[in-house]
């Protein structure tokens, strides 16, 4: 029962901070696809698959936070580069000032017990 209490809140948290992960990731430099979900992986341990990265990159798009463009390929098909946008950008920073303050806030909260 623990566990499965575990797994679900884990789900949860992934669901509502995956935007937040992305938006960071996008905002170092332009990320392809596959290049993003392996970004992903390997700096969280979050295993994130194209069924979900996609819908979230097209609602980001939708939102106004991310844009995309294709990029031609010396060999192959051309790619899909995501990048941000100007109020992509702008709201990335606030996220990241709301996550620091709530970061904060736990930690203080798990030391002082209040």
Known sequence: MEN???E????QVKKGTL???????????ELYGYELIEMIKEATDIEIAEGT????????????LATSKWV????????????????GEATLKLMQNYWN??????????????
């Open 4 to 6: 499965q209490f575990l």
């Open 8 to 11: 679900k809140w884990k789900s």
């Open 19 to 29: 935007s937040f992960i992305v938006l960071n990731a996008i905002s170092k430099k």
């Open 53 to 64: 990265l996609y819908p979230l990159m097209n609602r980001l798009k939708k939102d106004g």
């Open 72 to 87: 031609e390929q010396e060999s192959g098909i051309p790619r899909k580069y995501y990048l941000l946008t100007k109020e």
């Open 101 to 114: 303050e709530l970061d904060t806030s736990i930690k203080n909260f798990m030391q002082d017990g209040i």
